[in-house]
């Protein structure tokens, strides 16, 4: 008999409001893997240090921080809890998404963080995991079995983004506007890819998919089709 087959890591890259959310679960549910968002781990780390008052841009304090903390996912990667508090709710903001986007250059966040997702990666209980960030093809998981980086001109991500705070089913209507949301993604963007320590920037051995023209099933199409030209599906 062989060996039990090695669990595989999808690394799904790209800046914010480009989909890799709502693509990463569903490639997740399509395949049964696990769905890990770490754009949710940098959020909670964020809010959670916000809410003891830390300086968000201070790596000493961070660091000591962290040593305090428990991070981990429930409803297969839908909800982050932080030493048991559900912050599920919370990291979804636009000023959760600016302080993540400070807290996450800080290298002690970082090393924390990253270590504890390649644990998660490789968990050999599970067939496989679609992984979501920003450096997950270029650090996390240098040696994944199919990188995706996803890219969508700067409208497109404002509209998509302005949605994601504005659901079907709300009973207001958002008060963010398309403005808002624009100097928001700019402004994170240009943090992330600028910064020192695993900027968001492309692996060389990935796929990009340019999303702006694209619905979400073609999208999801396209990766399928990447796993089978690798072969990871049949
Ligand atoms: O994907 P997101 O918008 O939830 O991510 C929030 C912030 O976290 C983003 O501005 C940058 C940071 N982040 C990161 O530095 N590395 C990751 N792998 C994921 C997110």
Same mark, same amino acid.
């Given at each position: 008999l062989n060996a039990k087959t090695k669990s595989i890591v999808i690394a799904i890259d790209g800046p914010s409001g480009v989909g890799k959310s709502t693509i990463s679960k569903l490639v997740a549910k399509r395949f049964a893997y696990d769905y890990v968002d770490t754009g949710a781990m940098y959020r909670a780390v964020a809010i959670a240090a916000s809410d003891k008052g830390l300086n968000l841009d201070i790596d000493s304090a961070l660091a000591e921080f962290c040593k305090t903390i428990e991070i981990h996912f429930e409803d297969n990667g839908t909800k982050v809890f932080v030493n048991d508090v559900d912050l599920s709710e919370r990291i979804r903001t636009p000023k959760a998404g600016e302080q993540a986007s400070r807290s996450s250059a800080l290298p002690s966040v970082r090393d924390f963080l990253i270590s504890l997702q390649q644990k998660m990666g490789r968990? &050999?209980?599970?067939?496989g995991v679609v992984m979501e960030g920003r450096d997950i093809g270029t650090?996390?998981?240098?040696?994944?079995e199919l990188k995706i980086y996803l890219d969508a001109d700067e409208k497109t991500r404002t509209r998509r983004r302005h949605g994601d705070y504005s659901?079907?089913?709300?009973?207001q209507a958002s008060s963010i506007t398309l403005d808002e949301v624009e100097n928001e993604l700019a402004g994170r963007d240009k943090r992330d890819r600028e910064?020192?320590?695993? &900027?968001?920037r492309m692996a060389e051995n990935a796929a990009l998919i340019d999303t702006t023209d694209l619905t979400i099933d073609e999208v999801v199409e396209r990766i399928v089709g990447l796993m089978k030209e690798k072969e990871i599906i049949a």
């Amino acid at each position: 008999l062989n060996a039990k087959t090695k669990s595989i890591v999808i690394a799904i890259d790209g800046p914010s409001g480009v989909g890799k959310s709502t693509i990463s679960k569903l490639v997740a549910k399509r395949f049964a893997y696990d769905y890990v968002d770490t754009g949710a781990m940098y959020r909670a780390v964020a809010i959670a240090a916000s809410d003891k008052g830390l300086n968000l841009d201070i790596d000493s304090a961070l660091a000591e921080f962290c040593k305090t903390i428990e991070i981990h996912f429930e409803d297969n990667g839908t909800k982050v809890f932080v030493n048991d508090v559900d912050l599920s709710e919370r990291i979804r903001t636009p000023k959760a998404g600016e302080q993540a986007s400070r807290s996450s250059a800080l290298p002690s966040v970082r090393d924390f963080l990253i270590s504890l997702q390649q644990k998660m990666g490789r968990d &050999p209980g599970s067939s496989g995991v679609v992984m979501e960030g920003r450096d997950i093809g270029t650090i996390v998981f240098k040696d994944a079995e199919l990188k995706i980086y996803l890219d969508a001109d700067e409208k497109t991500r404002t509209r998509r983004r302005h949605g994601d705070y504005s659901p079907p089913q709300a009973t207001q209507a958002s008060s963010i506007t398309l403005d808002e949301v624009e100097n928001e993604l700019a402004g994170r963007d240009k943090r992330d890819r600028e910064r020192k320590h695993s &900027p968001l920037r492309m692996a060389e051995n990935a796929a990009l998919i340019d999303t702006t023209d694209l619905t979400i099933d073609e999208v999801v199409e396209r990766i399928v089709g990447l796993m089978k030209e690798k072969e990871i599906i049949a």
